[in-house]
Nanobody
């Protein structure tokens, strides 16, 4: 059973930074694409960043240049460094393994507000 646990969310002022981390278990981590998604009230869940085992990365246009996804295979974690945060980044952020359709974390709330 795949287990994903997100951490690192919180309240931050516009322009600030947060680093989210997702700890994964129950899968061969290094062989799987990992992704960060987010969902704000009234919006669909959207891909924020994805990182394959081969190092290919894709970002949502809205976060390019501000967010960085990275993985640490020895620790079975995937992180999302978020800089220059904007109020529109406010959402619940979820970790996901695309290769396991139902594998989602519980989410961590990110609130960007002064």
């Amino acid at each position: 059973q795949v287990q994903l646990v997100e951490s690192g969310g919180g309240l931050v002022q516009p322009g600030g930074s947060l680093r989210l981390s997702c700890a994964a278990s129950g899968l061969l981590f290094s062989f799987n694409t990992m992704g960060w998604y987010r969902q704000a009230p009234g919006n669909q869940r959207e891909l924020v960043a994805g990182l394959t085992r081969d190092g290919r990365i894709n970002y949502a246009d809205s976060v390019k240049g501000r967010f960085t996804i990275s993985r640490y295979n020895a620790k079975n974690t995937v992180d999302l460094q978020m800089n220059s945060l904007k109020p529109e980044d406010t959402a619940v952020y979820y970790c996901h393994v695309p290769g396991y359709r139902n594998a989602w974390g519980q989410g961590t709330q990110v609130t960007v507000s002064s």
